[in-house]
C-alpha cells in the first residue's frame, strides 16, 4: 500500500509539473524553462542524497554504472525534457501527453530487443489501444481549438482560470500540431530509452545507491546543459527571462524532482509491475490539473479524453504482468493462453 501511494503521489506532482510548467510557457521560452529546472533539480537530489547519507557511495559508484546514469541524465534531463516542454508549449499539454505517453510502448521494444524480454498477447493488445488513443487524440475538434482561441484573444474569463491581466499579454493559442507532435515523438523516444539506460546502470552495480546515481544523472544533465551557454543567443533568451515566469519554472522543477523522488521511493519499496500502472495515471491528472489552470491554453473535447482514457489503459496493459492479469480475472483457458502467447522474447 505504501509503494502504491508513493506511486499515485508520483504520477499526481508529474502531472501537476507539467501544468506549472505549460503555464510559464505561454509567454517564457523552452531554455528559459530548462535554465531553471535542471539545476533546481540537481540541487534538489543532492540536497536528498546528504539527508540520507548517500554522498559517500557517490565515490564507490561503479565507472560502468556511473557511465550508464550520467547517459541517461542527458538523455532524459536534457534531451527528453526539451522536446517535452517544446511540444507543451506547441500544442498544450491534453494534445502532447497522450503521445508522450508512447514512451511506455518505446521502453517496451527496446526491453524485447535488447534484454529479450517477453512480449504477449495481452501487451499487444496494450500497444494497440496506446497507439490508438495517442492518434485519437490527434483528431480534436478543430472548432474546439477555434473556440478557445477566440475566447482567449477576447480577454474573457473563466473563474478559476488565467487572470484577464495575464490574458491580455498572451497571444491567442492555435495548436501547432505538426510540430507539437513531432516533439512530443522525439520526447517520448527519449523518454522511452531512458529506463533501459538505468536498467543496464543497476544491472552492473545491483548494490548502488539509488540515490547517488539520481544525483550523477543530474549533475551530467546540468553540465550538458551549461555547454549550451556558450551560445551568446542562448545567454540572452534566458538572460530575458520574465518575472512572472520565474515562480511557474520554480514550481515545475520543484515538483518533477518530488516526482521522481517519489518514483524512486515506490520503486523501493514495491514491485515493478504495481508501480508502472499507477504511474501511468499521471496521464489523467495532466488531462485535468492542465485544463483547470490553462483552459484558455488547452484543448478538451470528446477524443481528447477518449484517446487519453484508451491510452491510459492500453499502458496499464503493457505494463503490467499477464500472469497476474489472468490469474486476477479468473480467464477461461483459450483465453489466457491467447493473452499469454509469446509473439517475441
Not at 508520483?10 to 530548462?34: E, I, K
Not at 489552470?293 to 505494463?319: F, H, K, P, Q, W
Request: proline residues 5%; charged residues 10%.
Amino acid at each position: 500500500m505504501l509503494g502504491a501511494l508513493y506511486a499515485a503521489l508520483g504520477a499526481f506532482t508529474f502531472a501537476l509539473n507539467n501544468a506549472t510548467l505549460r503555464r510559464g510557457v505561454l509567454t517564457g521560452t523552452v531554455m528559459q524553462a530548462m535554465a531553471v529546472t535542471v539545476p533546481v533539480g540537481a540541487f534538489g537530489f543532492l540536497a536528498l542524497a546528504i539527508i540520507v547519507g548517500a554522498i559517500p557511495e557517490l565515490l564507490s559508484f561503479p565507472l560502468a554504472a556511473a557511465l550508464w546514469m550520467a547517459g541517461q541524465g542527458i538523455m532524459h534531463f536534457v534531451i527528453g525534457r526539451f522536446f517535452n516542454y517544446r511540444a507543451s508549449q506547441l500544442v498544450g499539454v491534453n494534445l502532447s501527453a497522450p503521445v508522450v505517453q508512447l514512451q511506455v510502448v518505446v521502453a517496451m521494444v527496446l526491453a524485447v530487443l535488447t534484454m529479450h524480454e517477453p512480449f504477449t498477447g495481452l501487451q499487444s493488445i496494450g500497444a494497440v489501444l496506446m497507439l490508438g488513443g495517442s492518434f485519437l487524440t490527434q483528431k480534436h475538434s478543430v472548432q474546439g481549438a477555434t473556440k478557445a482561441a477566440t475566447k482567449a484573444s477576447s480577454g474573457q474569463v473563466v473563474a478559476g482560470a488565467i487572470p484577464r491581466s495575464d490574458l491580455e499579454r498572451m497571444p491567442a493559442f492555435r495548436p501547432h500540431h505538426f510540430a507539437g507532435y513531432l516533439c512530443s515523438s522525439c520526447a517520448a523516444i527519449a523518454y522511452g530509452i531512458s529506463p533501459l539506460m538505468v536498467r543496464l546502470a543497476f544491472d552492473a552495480a545491483p548494490q548502488a545507491s539509488v540515490i547517488a546515481g539520481a544525483v550523477i544523472a543530474y549533475a551530467a544533465a546540468t553540465f550538458v546543459f551549461s555547454l549550451a551557454l556558450l551560445r551568446p543567443t542562448v545567454r540572452r533568451d534566458i538572460g530575458q527571462l520574465k518575472r512572472e515566469n520565474v515562480p511557474w519554472f520554480l514550481y515545475a522543477a520543484v515538483l518533477v524532482t518530488a516526482s521522481q523522488g517519489f518514483v524512486y521511493a515506490s520503486l523501493a519499496v514495491a514491485p515493478l509491475m504495481v508501480v508502472t500502472p499507477i504511474l501511468q495515471l499521471s496521464l489523467v491528472f495532466r488531462v485535468l490539473l492542465s485544463w483547470l489552470l490553462n483552459r484558455e491554453y488547452e484543448v478538451l473535447d470528446v477524443s481528447v479524453i477518449v484517446g487519453s482514457a484508451a491510452a491510459i489503459i492500453g499502458s496499464i496493459l503493457v505494463s503490467m504482468s499477464t500472469d497476474f492479469v489472468v490469474s486476477a480475472l479468473g480467464l477461461p483457458e483459450p483465453i489466457s493462453a491467447a493473452l499469454r502467447f509469446r509473439l517475441a522474447g
